[in-house]
């Protein structure tokens, strides 16, 4: 049963704390990509990888932090830095293929709430 | 800055009408335009997409309509039903070079599909 996989659904964090979202697919995907979603903005990106020990800051990279050791595991970080972490946080995986974009697959996302 | 404007925000159609969905980009090096569909607490999953060398894509009730020279793609979702009832968002990306992969989205349209 191929997918991704996102845990926990739901995360609440205190203030000052750092908290790690996890992210794993079993499709084989190179590509991996960590998004952030707020209401009435859609999505923006946080991270992408497209190899393993390799990875790129998006659009709104500050404050989160990520790596990529193994080709299906991308997990995020998101730090104390991160002035407003409140949201939903999806992932998604991809092929790679002659550098043209193809289907992003998306997890079930994770909310994170800050108390 | 924003790079895809959707619109409208919010849109309420009867059962068996036509819903229709726009966006606009800025950046004209944009080649990759997928639409996805979101339902609450989900992830979001490709629709369909289009690339710039057709000006439009039919996937069962489902159309793209692409206009290059005013920078503007349309989804248009013909014999409208309740269980089309979503968020969707628009898309754009750039295939090629380092930036393939790197999805650009619109703020999302929340239809509604009354009975």
């Known amino acids: 049963d191929g997918g991704i996989t996102q845990s926990p659904k739901y995360l609440f964090r205190k203030e000052g704390q750092n908290v790690t979202l996890s992210c794993e697919q079993n499709?084989?995907?190179?590509?991996m990509y960590w998004y952030r979603q707020d209401p009435g903005q859609g999505l923006r990106l946080i991270y992408y990888?497209?190899?393993?020990?390799?990875?790129q800051k998006g659009d709104i990279a500050e404050g989160y932090s990520v790596s990529r050791e193994k080709k299906e595991s991308f997990p995020l970080t998101v730090t104390s830095a991160q002035k407003n972490p409140t949201a939903f946080y999806l992932c998604?995986?991809?092929?790679?293929?002659?550098?043209?974009?193809?289907?992003?697959?998306f997890g079930p996302g994770t909310r994170l709430t800050v108390l | 800055q924003q790079q895809v404007k959707q619109s409208p925000q919010s849109l309420i159609v009867q059962k068996g009408g036509i819903s229709i969905i726009n966006c606009a980009y800025e950046?004209?090096?944009?080649?990759?335009f997928p639409w996805y569909q979101q339902f609450p607490g989900k992830g979001p999953a490709l629709l369909i997409a289009?690339?710039?060398?057709?000006s439009e894509k039919k996937e069962g009730r489902f159309t793209i309509s692409f206009n290059k020279s005013a920078k503007q793609f349309s989804l248009h979702i013909m014999d409208s039903q309740p269980g089309d009832s979503a968020t969707y968002f628009c898309?754009?990306?750039?295939?090629?070079?380092?930036?393939?992969?790197?999805?650009?989205f619109g703020q999302g349209t929340i239809l509604t599909v009354h009975p």
């Open positions: 998604a995986s991809s092929i790679v293929l002659a550098g043209r974009n193809n289907e992003q697959f």
């Open positions: 499709l084989n995907h190179d590509a």
């Open positions: 990888s497209q190899i393993v020990n390799d990875f």
């Open positions: 950046n004209t090096a944009f080649d990759y």
């Open positions: 289009i690339r710039p060398d057709v």
């Open positions: 898309a754009a990306s750039i295939d090629g070079g380092t930036s393939y992969g790197k999805l650009t």
